[in-house]
């Protein structure tokens, strides 16, 4: 079975930085692209970035672009994310999410929320 | 980018009814399209892939079609527990966009 868990969310203040962790379990994780995808409060899903099986092709949303950096290790099996610059408009439970690939974004995790104050 | 534009953004049923919920493409994306189904406080679920095929364990009640531009997300028979927000994903090219979702509420 497919497990995404995800960690390191929390209450940043805006300027910030967080890291944010992705544990994979249950496929092969090295086989597959990896996606971050958020939700601000009551709002709708907005993809963030997207990362190759290799971690050489990247893909970011303009508003993360030149902010925050995708990356994985494959050896443990975790996917990052680590945000720089944190706005207030990047809170939000951010999703790690298995794809896209074939079966689109198949699987995603329980998200964790990030809070940044102004 | 491209646009993903779905409706209704809010939808009321009942249970037993077949609901509809469309999604139009800003340009032609074939068949990379999702659906996927959110509750509150939960992360969203994949129901749909290259818009017709069913995720393993989706229900058979739901279905999708479409191809190009036009797409669509049928439930035959809406259950209970079918009372959730839908939203669509077009994957054909980056960035990845979703729909801006629909409520179906009773």
């Known amino acids: 079975e497919v497990q995404l868990l995800e960690s390191g969310g929390g209450l940043e203040q805006s300027g910030g930085s967080l890291r944010l962790s992705c544990a994979a379990s249950g496929f092969s994780f090295s086989a597959h692209t990896m996606s971050w995808v958020r939700q601000a409060p009551g709002k709708g899903l907005e993809w963030v970035a997207s990362?190759?099986?290799?971690?050489?092709?990247?893909f970011y949303a303009d508003s993360v672009r030149g902010r925050f950096t995708i990356s994985r290790d494959n050896s443990k099996d975790t996917l990052y994310l680590q945000m720089h610059s944190l706005r207030a408009e990047d809170t939000a439970v951010y999703f790690c999410a298995l794809g896209p690939g074939t079966m689109a974004l198949e699987s995603w995790g329980p998200g964790t929320p990030v809070t940044v104050s102004s | 980018d491209i646009q993903m534009t779905q409706s209704p953004s809010t939808l009321s049923a009942s249970v037993g009814d077949r609901v509809t919920i469309t999604c139009r493409a800003s340009?032609?994306?074939?068949?990379?399209l999702a659906w996927f189904q959110q509750k509150p406080g939960r992360a969203p679920k994949s129901l749909i892939y290259?818009?017709?095929s069913l995720q393993s364990g989706v229900p058979s009640n739901f279905s999708g079609s479409g191809s190009g531009t036009y797409f669509t997300l049928t439930i035959s028979s809406l259950q209970a527990v079918d009372f959730a927000t839908y939203y669509c994903l077009q994957y054909r090219t980056y960035p990845l966009t979703f729909g801006g979702g629909t409520k179906v509420e009773i």
């Open positions: 290259a818009a017709s």
């Open positions: 990362l190759s099986v290799t971690g050489r092709n990247t």
């Open positions: 340009q032609d994306i074939s068949n990379y």
